[in-house]
């Protein structure tokens, strides 16, 4: 079975810009997450998505937002990049919603100049 | 609030002797709780998790740990340590039912010849 696979692997801005990471979860897998993994830290959670609906939000500000496509790959989308958003950025995947084992990626490291 | 603290943010120990990793949660409802292992530039594996069964848990790799309510821990130990264990391990924590993972802020572990 393939995992749950992240692109791109590496990711370089400048303040001010917008990205898109993208992540294709296990197949058969519904619920995709996204967490922010910052250097020395443990990631945090900021978005769930179960059948193309939110279904949890973490404290990230507005900048960050998310989407998830009928083949319940997932976007997600960061505007105005500041330099503190540099981080890993890990996409998991599970089966159902509730209470399952989630599956990471290998994550998308984003670098802010 | 779901919390979880890592107690050690190092621990450093000889090949073939046991690992003992400590984690302590906190946890308004019957918490599920997880041992995720993080290789250098990779995602996050999951070694076991404990759902409200058996509270002596079994992973993979020889991994096993143990669920403490009257202490409200969840220790990972290993009988002996391999050279492929080093990496770096979160304790987890989620309320049973959803997706939200609240990560520890990890333990490096080192394992040397």
């Known amino acids: 079975d393939t995992g749950v696979t992240q692109s791109p692997t590496h990711l370089i801005k400048t303040r001010g810009q917008q990205v898109t990471l993208r992540c294709s979860p296990i197949?058969?897998?519904?619920?995709v997450s996204w967490y922010q993994q910052v250097l020395g830290q443990g990631p945090q959670f900021i978005f769930q998505?179960?059948?193309?609906?939110?279904?949890g939000r973490g404290n990230f500000p507005d900048r960050f937002s998310a989407r998830q496509f009928p083949n319940y790959s997932s976007e997600l989308n960061v505007n105005a990049l500041l330099l503190g958003d540099s981080a890993l950025y890990l996409c998991?995947?599970?089966?159902?919603?509730?209470?399952?084992?989630?599956?990471f990626g290998d994550g998308t490291r984003l670098s802010i100049l | 609030a779901q919390s979880v603290t890592q107690l050690d943010s190092h621990v450093s120990v000889s090949e073939g002797t046991p690992v003992l990793l400590r984690c302590n949660y906190s946890?308004?409802?019957?918490?599920?709780l997880f041992w995720y292992v993080q290789h250098p530039n990779k995602g996050l594996q999951l070694l076991l998790k404990y759902t409200s069964a058996a509270t002596l848990v079994k992973g993979i790799n020889g991994f096993e740990a143990e669920f403490k309510k009257s202490e409200t821990s969840f220790h990972l130990t290993k009988p002996s340590a391999h050279m492929s264990d080093a990496a770096e391990y979160f304790c987890v924590v989620s309320e049973r039912g959803f997706q939200k993972l609240v990560f520890g802020t990890g333990t490096r572990l080192l394992v040397s010849p």
């Open positions: 998991a995947s599970s089966h159902r919603d509730g209470n399952q084992p989630q599956h």
């Open positions: 197949s058969g897998h519904k619920s």
């Open positions: 946890s308004s409802y019957s918490p599920s």
């Open positions: 998505y179960y059948e193309k609906e939110e279904r």
